[in-house]
């Protein structure tokens, strides 16, 4: 098994208040067969039959499952805030793509506008929405190689080389975006983390054997913590699904801003003869 169950998409997808209620009952439930069942048939109903189990073997384990769990947790934080700085990379890059083109007087820069507010409008209506459930890292994208097309198209000089130059950051940007959307972390992983959390808490169990009130007591309290790792691990495991989700806040904006240029182009191509021959012989791929 290489690939965790669907059904695990759809848990992180949960709001946080749901998700985390959903974690104290599961290891809530945990913790009550360990302490209505698992240690008076290991230990007695009187917690005798074992003996005394030293503290430290349980705190070994505990402690196993702490750096496991910190071990996990560092990647997955530095995989989220890789994500948002690619985000705003491929964002800033088209947006000084953008002001470069309007600054631009040439013949080329309605074609490069209109190119550029359709490749921005693909990113945001389209491919974003598709990175939650994103299998590999590859998605066809015609308006980004019409931008491209229409970069390449450019007689050489400063304006060719600036425009080339910042499709190159948005692509690599976008390439980083996909490759994390398309990781996923491997199931052993999982498994191995809630195995320790299991012997976590039969051991903590089994050091109050003889106290049921004071056994339910740590149980509980030991549940509680778990959870809250695990809140932490799914919140973040997956920069592109559930809450905390990384949204394309700065490519919405710009794709606003680039709508009056994406409107404006069919009307030039219909007023100019030229320009409707040109459009025929290439077809438009904007979204209206």
Same mark, same amino acid.
């Given at each position: 098994?290489? #690939?965790?169950? &669907?059904?695990?998409?759809?848990?992180? $997808?949960?709001?946080?208040?749901?998700?985390?209620?959903?974690?104290? $009952?599961?290891?809530?439930?945990?913790?009550? !067969?360990? =302490?209505? =069942?698992?240690?008076?048939?290991?230990?007695? #109903?009187?917690?005798?039959?074992?003996?005394?189990?030293?503290?430290? !073997?349980? $705190?070994?384990?505990?402690?196993?499952?702490?750096?496991?769990?910190?071990?996990? +947790?560092? %990647?997955?934080?530095?995989?989220?805030?890789?994500?948002?700085?690619?985000? #705003?990379?491929? &964002?800033?890059?088209?947006?000084?793509?953008?002001? +470069?083109?309007?600054? /631009?007087?040439?013949?080329?820069?309605?074609?490069?506008?209109?190119?550029?507010?359709? &490749?921005?409008?693909?990113?945001?209506a389209e491919e974003w929405p598709q990175l939650a459930h994103l299998l590999t890292p590859r998605i066809a994208a015609q308006p980004l190689r019409d931008l491209r097309v229409a970069i390449h198209a450019l007689p050489e000089g400063a304006?060719?080389?600036?425009?080339? /130059?910042?499709?190159?950051? &948005?692509?690599?940007? #976008?390439?980083?975006?996909?490759?994390?959307?398309?990781?996923?972390?491997? %199931?052993?992983?999982?498994?191995? !983390?809630?195995?320790? +959390?299991?012997?976590?808490?039969?051991?903590?169990?089994?050091? =109050?054997?003889?106290?049921?009130?004071?056994?339910?007591?740590?149980?509980?309290?030991?549940?509680?913590?778990?959870?809250?790792?695990f809140v932490i691990l799914f919140a973040y495991t997956r920069p592109y699904l559930g809450q905390f989700a990384i949204r394309p806040l700065d490519l919405e904006v710009l794709a606003t801003d680039l709508a009056p240029h994406a409107e404006?182009?069919?009307?030039?191509?219909?007023?100019?003869?030229?320009?409707?021959?040109?459009?025929?012989?290439?077809?438009?791929?904007?979204?209206?």
């Amino acid at each position: 098994m290489t #690939r965790l169950p &669907a059904c695990f998409d759809s848990i992180l $997808a949960l709001p946080m208040p749901v998700l985390t209620l959903l974690l104290l $009952a599961y290891w809530g439930c945990f913790a009550w !067969v360990v =302490h209505r =069942h698992l240690v008076p048939w290991i230990a007695g #109903r009187e917690g005798k039959r074992l003996g005394r189990l030293e503290a430290e !073997v349980p $705190a070994q384990i505990g402690l196993a499952f702490g750096l496991l769990i910190s071990f996990i +947790a560092i %990647p997955v934080w530095e995989q989220h805030s890789l994500a948002e700085e690619a985000a #705003r990379t491929e &964002a800033a890059a088209y947006r000084e793509m953008a002001e +470069a083109i309007e600054d /631009e007087s040439t013949p080329e820069a309605a074609t490069l506008q209109a190119a550029l507010a359709a &490749a921005v409008g693909f990113l945001v209506a389209e491919e974003w929405p598709q990175l939650a459930h994103l299998l590999t890292p590859r998605i066809a994208a015609q308006p980004l190689r019409d931008l491209r097309v229409a970069i390449h198209a450019l007689p050489e000089g400063a304006f060719h080389t600036e425009l080339h /130059e910042l499709y190159r950051q &948005a692509a690599t940007a #976008r390439e980083t975006r996909l490759r994390i959307a398309a990781t996923r972390p491997p %199931p052993a992983r999982w498994g191995i !983390v809630g195995v320790l +959390a299991i012997l976590t808490l039969l051991g903590v169990g089994l050091i =109050h054997a003889d106290s049921r009130r004071a056994r339910r007591l740590a149980l509980g309290m030991v549940a509680v913590g778990i959870s809250c790792c695990f809140v932490i691990l799914f919140a973040y495991t997956r920069p592109y699904l559930g809450q905390f989700a990384i949204r394309p806040l700065d490519l919405e904006v710009l794709a606003t801003d680039l709508a009056p240029h994406a409107e404006r182009e069919p009307a030039r191509v219909a007023a100019n003869p030229a320009t409707r021959l040109e459009a025929v012989q290439r077809p438009s791929t904007l979204k209206r």
